[in-house]
């Protein structure tokens, strides 16, 4: 690749974190973070000398696949979506404790105003919360550039670092300048002083929690220069970060009387906290644009209530994504009169499942099935995945969508609660994400509950990335003590619809636990030919019983 | 000393129609010419169907914001009709708008074509192509977009010469032949306009 070229701000980060010389990549797909893994990936393939790059099973395996190569002591880059950090937290926070060896930075893509996800929480909330530094770019450069500093940082200050994105900038495309590419040096592995670090027993983790808030003024220190005051003449200021920072400095240019105001602008924290008084007392009043939570906006209002507006004070809206025309509505700017709408009346083009899917006839059997039972108004959890799609109008198939996994706790709680019969529907990639553990409670628990897996075979929704439990399933179901008379594997196609609808009522009107996998390729997967490969060795293995591969299947 | 200007463009259609790879030349040509570009898109679902769309900003400055807003872009492109429609205020006053003809009717409720056509045409600098009967003429069932394409690039400080080899580049890997057609599609595309500035 050049060292000029077009990426994504996901990319930026996974592009500078091989120039950096990182031995491994881990994540886990999720809109928008999934092209920071992938781009790194395909530079790794293309020069691997002893690099990895891996997607895990979930968040918190990938996380803690990057601790181990910074214990190690070598560079590492970890990716996910903001919801993949709850699923990670429990490392991340610890991991703020024993500190790193090799450079650790982990790429977080927040999704404010919910254009895949489930919420718009704030990684930086989360990183304030585990007392670690967090970089926020907001330019496709900045990406590359902070990333880069987010690991000379994480080896200066001993602890992991995070780089925010947000959709806006995750999946903005531009021109991006690289520097040289390093090789993969190691530190070598912890040294053996330090081994006590990494062991967080309480007698350990009390002096490593102690050890960490006394990084914290050195953590202000390294990351000054990142943040600053940009004096102004008038006395009503802005205060910047990410892509409000971006916004801003684009306005400037149609507006040159807005470099008049007092600026303070964010890219890095914890903020130095002798900087919000000094830029307090240039100002009588401050307009706050960053992306998502208030988190600036807060602590400028608890110093000088009442003069400082943004989210919480009602000048911009409290919810949902940042624009351009947000500040300039705040701000008093003029905008500008274009065409008018279309007066007629334009429907919605929803998402929808492709044609041939193999999630429509699994949901077709499902509800036809109920039905023959006598129970259509049955209450379904859904998970994450394209069958959430299901939760539309007209098939109106799932009743709850909530988090990764939930949908085979939530039935099996539902199910303890007397709901009869009580279903969960889970793709095979979310269920080796963190629908194993749930599994294992239901076999133990012996409640009537039927879990639906609609295998297709790869990570569908985030484009089709391979699924940790390609080829596993039925043995991860065994595995967690479902009994085999009470595992199904269906093919869901049309021709096969009546005999699935009687597996189905099978399945249902069994006491205690079943399982029903539905496994068929996600046809978009099937299109690409993402398994050929797999598939004919598979095929030729099996033939010549040359490995393992029989056990695998 | 007057502003610098920024420039928008809107490219909008359904999900499978080659959106996001239609704004990615975009892009590269615009940077190739010389020109600061920013690209943005929203796909998380983009492959099931829905409405999917890209924005590209460009100056002869360095841009920071790769959203354009309200009223301020320049052209829309757009593969389907009735999503044109979803964009006409994005566009400025004296903005264009060059919109293939062809329904993709994949949702409940799409309104009558002769509708959408008769709000487009209202539309004060919209361009219809009806990318079926140009399709069937190129003996290319996919030259709808590549048409567009070089439709719009009557409206972009983009030559010739550059939106050929951006075009090839692209289209390289799938060998000589796909790229031969492409051009022709877009050389096709961009007579189109000529014809009727000319009239």
Known sequence: MALGTLALGVEAVGCAAFDAGIKGAFGYPGTPSTEGFEFVEAMIHEAPEGRVAQWAANEKVAYDLALGVSYAGHRTLVTMKHVGLNVAMDAYANSALTGVRGGLVLLVA??????????????????????????????????????????????????PVMVRLVTRLAHCRAHLVRREVLAPIGLGVAPKETIQDWVLIPSNARRRYVDLLAKQPRMVTELSSMNRIVAGTGRRGVAVAGMG???????????????????????????????????????????????????????????????????????????????????????????????????????????????????????????????????????????????????????????????????????????????????????????????????????????????????????????????????????????????????????????????????????????????????????????????????????????????????RQ | MSEPRIHGIVLGGVGGQGVLSLAQIVLEALRRSGLHALQSEIHGMSQRGGSVHAQVCFSEVPLSSPIIDEGCADLLIALEPLEALRYVAMLRMNGHLVVAEEPQVNMEGYPPLEDIYAALKAVRGCHLVDTEDLARKLNHRQAGGMALLGMASRFLPVSDAVWHDVITERFTAKGARVTEKNIEAFNAGRGLVQEAVGV
């Open chain 1, 110 to 159: 927040d999704d404010p105003g919910m254009h895949s996800s489930q919420n718009e929480q704030d990684s930086r909330r989360l990183a304030k919360f585990a007392w670690l530094p967090v970089l926020e770019p907001s330019t496709v450069q900045e990406c590359y550039d902070f990333t880069w500093r987010a690991f000379e940082l994480s080896e200066s200050l001993q602890v």
């Open chain 1, 245 to 551: 920072r971006a916004y801003f400095e684009q306005l400037t240019l149609e507006h040159p009387e807005l470099l008049d105001l007092p600026r303070l602008e964010v890219a890095a924290y914890p903020l130095d906290p002798g900087l919000e008084p000094v830029f307090l007392s240039l100002v009588d009043e401050v307009f706050v644009f960053e992306e998502d939570y208030p988190v600036l906006e807060e602590r400028l209002t608890f110093q000088r209530a009442g003069t400082i507006h943004g989210r919480m004070d009602g000048a911009l809206p409290r919810t949902g994504e940042l624009t351009p025309r947000l500040l300039k509505d705040a701000l008093g700017l003029s905008t500008a009169d274009g065409k008018a709408a279309s007066t007629l009346d334009l429907p919605v083009r929803a998402p929808r499942f492709c044609d041939g899917c193999g999630h429509v006839d699994a949901y077709e059997a499902m509800q036809e099935a109920l039905q023959n039972i006598g129970k259509a108004e049955a209450r379904v959890f859904g998970d994450i995945g394209c069958y959430t799609l299901a939760a539309q109008e007209p098939m109106s198939a799932i009743h709850a969508v909530v988090e990764m996994g939930a949908s085979i706790s939530m039935a099996v709680g539902a199910a303890m609660a007397g709901q009869t019969p009580s279903i969960a529907v889970i793709g095979d990639s979310t269920f080796g994400h963190s629908g194993l553990p749930a599994l294992l409670t239901a076999a133990d628990s012996g409640v009537n509950v039927t879990v639906m897996i609609l295998d297709n075979r790869v990570v569908g929704m985030t484009g089709q990335q391979p699924s940790q439990a390609l080829d596993q399933v039925e043995r991860m179901v065994l595995g967690m003590g479902i009994p085999a008379s009470q595992v199904q594997v269906l093919t869901p196609l049309p021709k096969q619809h009546e005999a699935n609808v009687k597996a189905m009522e099978a399945a249902l009107q069994h006491p205690g636990p079943s399982v029903v996998v539905f496994r068929r390729e996600c046809i978009q997967s099937l299109r690409r030919g993402v398994l050929k490969e797999h598939d004919q060795e598979l095929k030729a293995c099996a033939e010549q019983a040359c490995c393992n591969t029989e056990a």
